[in-house]
Nanobody
Framework: QVQLVESGGGLVQPGWSLRLSCAAS????????MGWYRQAPGKQRELVAV???????NYADSVKGRFTISRDNAKNTMYLQMNSLQPEDTAVYYC???????????????WGQGTQVTVSS
């Protein structure tokens, strides 16, 4: 089985920074596109940023210039550096990854359990 575990969320003041991590573990042959999504109370889950296995990135307009997505393929880990956080960034952040199983060689999309980010003064 494959598992994604997020960490790094918390309560911060506006203008502060946080770094989220998403570690993949289990029967992994390879990891393709990974991404961060977020869901605020009463809103739909939205894409924050994605990164391909080759390192190409794409961001939601609302976070461009403030957030940076990266990954360490050797560690099967993805990161989201979030700077200049604002109250509207408050949400549960989920990681997502398209992973090819080492045992079945099948592709499957996986989700983490989410980590809460709260930006408030």
């Amino acid at each position: 089985q494959v598992q994604l575990v997020e960490s790094g969320g918390g309560l911060v003041q506006p203008g502060w920074s946080l770094r989220l991590s998403c570690a993949a573990s289990g029967s992994i042959f390879s990891i393709y596109t990974m991404g961060w999504y977020r869901q605020a109370p009463g809103k739909q889950r939205e894409l924050v940023a994605v990164i391909t296995s080759g390192g190409s990135t794409n961001y939601a307009d609302s976070v461009k210039g403030r957030f940076t997505i990266s990954r360490d393929n050797a560690k099967n880990t993805m990161y989201l550096q979030m700077n200049s956080l604002q109250p509207e960034d408050t949400a549960v952040y989920y990681c997502n990854a398209n992973i090819r199983s080492a045992s079945t060689r099948h592709f499957q999309m996986y989700w983490g359990q989410g980590t809460q980010v709260t930006v408030s003064s």
